[in-house]
Each structure stands twice: as structure tokens, then as C-alpha cells.
């Protein structure tokens, strides 16, 4: 495996239902990121971790919870989720520099995910 | 605060054509980068170029090729001759320099791009 993989690529849940997300970087990156990219929205930064550290909750529902357990690999624990949390959902790592700076993002297939 | 905006929303073109796809960006910062990714339809963001704000030279990749001007916040993406493979989401996006240990990238709404033989 190459980059950043997702699973599942698809996923259908009932609102009563719990499901994970899970992302895999192999790039030996250190920080990861979730986002949400909905029909017609920009991509919403949801949770971002440094060295498996959350350092960013853009003041997501409690229904979305992530867990980093290590540096290379990062999970989206759903919940009770509503119709409208339908989108898609992308996983992306990059490798920081402690001094700052901006590195690029390396994005995974994303998982296609339908609330009913 | 950091904005991005893509005005063109959809572009249509006929293989071979010629297409510009705008981005223009606010930000306070004087260090920062520009970033444009492009999503076919598989969904993956897939990571074209990424350029700081002190390189406003312009570069070329093939039939790829991006004009940076600082003095009108821009960052335009030009592909030549275009193929019917060039048809997807393109984002620009923009993230300031950060002293901690993480970059937050601000995305436009991109521009789909459709391609026609």
C-alpha cells in the first residue's frame, strides 16, 4: 500500500447505528487530518492530530469522535448520526516541521458515507 | 482571517481547448502558501502544486502551468490543451504559516472542470 488508504470506501448507517472510519498513512507522516466535504460546501477541517495529539476540534458534534493511536493510522467513531452528516469524508496527512511552515497535505480516497 | 474564492463554478471546454481556472485569495499574513489540488470523480484530492508567497515565479509541469501575483492576490491555474482526462474538481486553497506543529489549509468551493472529445 502507497500514500493514504481509507475504509471503508462506502458506507450506509442507519442514525442508531455505531461505525468506524479508518485511515492508514504509509508516507511516515506525523500529523493527520479529518474533513468533510459535503454537495455544494467547501471542505470543512473536522479534526486535526500532531505526534497523536488532537490539536484541532473545529467544534465538531460530540456524535463524530476520532481517535490517533498512532502516527500512522487515525479513526472517525460515529455515532447517532443525523441525515445531514451524509458527505464525503477525507482523511489527509502531512509531515510538520516544529519550526513552522506550511507542508503539503496528502489526501486518501475518501469514505462516501449515506445516513438513513 | 483567510478567504479563498473560485468565482467560476463550472467550466466546459472542447478537447484541445485552452482553460484558466481563477483563484483569488485574502489573508493578513506575508508568509504563506497557495496550494491546488485537483478530485476526479474517484473522490481522492490529488496534490498538483504547492507554492510560498515569497516564489512568485511562475511554473510550468508539462501542460500545467500557474501564474502567482502577489499584487492582485491570485493564483490561476492554466492547462493546455486540454483531455478529456483533465475533467474534475480543481481546489485552490491557502494556509499561513504556523509556528506550532500544524498547517490549516483554508479551500475554495472549487471549479469543476468538464472536458468534452
Known amino acids: 500500500e502507497t500514500g493514504v488508504t481509507q475504509t471503508p470506501r462506502h458506507l450506509v448507517m442507519g442514525m442508531t447505528n455505531k461505525k468506524s472510519l479508518k485511515c492508514e498513512q504509509h508516507l511516515g507522516h506525523n500529523a493527520m487530518y479529518w474533513y468533510k466535504q459535503s454537495a455544494k460546501k467547501p471542505l470543512e477541517l473536522m479534526f486535526v492530530?500532531?505526534?497523536?495529539?488532537?490539536?484541532e476540534n473545529n467544534s465538531v458534534p460530540s456524535r463524530f469522535s476520532p481517535e490517533c493511536p498512532n502516527s500512522s493510522h487515525l479513526f472517525l467513531h460515529l455515532h447517532t448520526l443525523q441525515p445531514e452528516d451524509s458527505a464525503l469524508y477525507l482523511c489527509?496527512?502531512?509531515?510538520?516541521?516544529?519550526?513552522?511552515?506550511?507542508?503539503?497535505?496528502?489526501f486518501g480516497p475518501g469514505t462516501r458515507l449515506l445516513v438513513l | 482571517a483567510q478567504k479563498v474564492t473560485q468565482a467560476q463554478t463550472e467550466i466546459s471546454v472542447v478537447e484541445k481547448e485552452d482553460v484558466t481556472l481563477d483563484c483569488v485569495y485574502e489573508?493578513?499574513?506575508?508568509?504563506?502558501?497557495l496550494f491546488w489540488y485537483k478530485q476526479p470523480p474517484s473522490g481522492e484530492l490529488v496534490f498538483l502544486i504547492r507554492?510560498?508567497?515569497?516564489?512568485?515565479q511562475n511554473e510550468i509541469s508539462g501542460r500545467y502551468s500557474w501564474n502567482f501575483q502577489k499584487s492582485t492576490s491570485s493564483f490561476n491555474f492554466t492547462i493546455t490543451a486540454s483531455q478529456v482526462v483533465d475533467s474534475a474538481v480543481y481546489f485552490c486553497?491557502?494556509?499561513?504559516?504556523?509556528?506550532?506543529?500544524?498547517?490549516?489549509?483554508?479551500f475554495g468551493k472549487g471549479i469543476t472542470l468538464s472536458v468534452r472529445p
Open positions: 492530530y500532531s505526534l497523536e495529539e488532537r490539536v
Open positions: 489573508t493578513r499574513d506575508t508568509t504563506y502558501y
Open positions: 486553497a491557502l494556509s499561513e504559516a504556523t509556528t506550532g506543529a500544524n498547517s490549516k489549509l483554508t
Open positions: 489527509a496527512s502531512s509531515q510538520e516541521a516544529i519550526s513552522g511552515g506550511a507542508e503539503t497535505q496528502y
Open positions: 507554492r510560498n508567497s515569497f516564489d512568485e
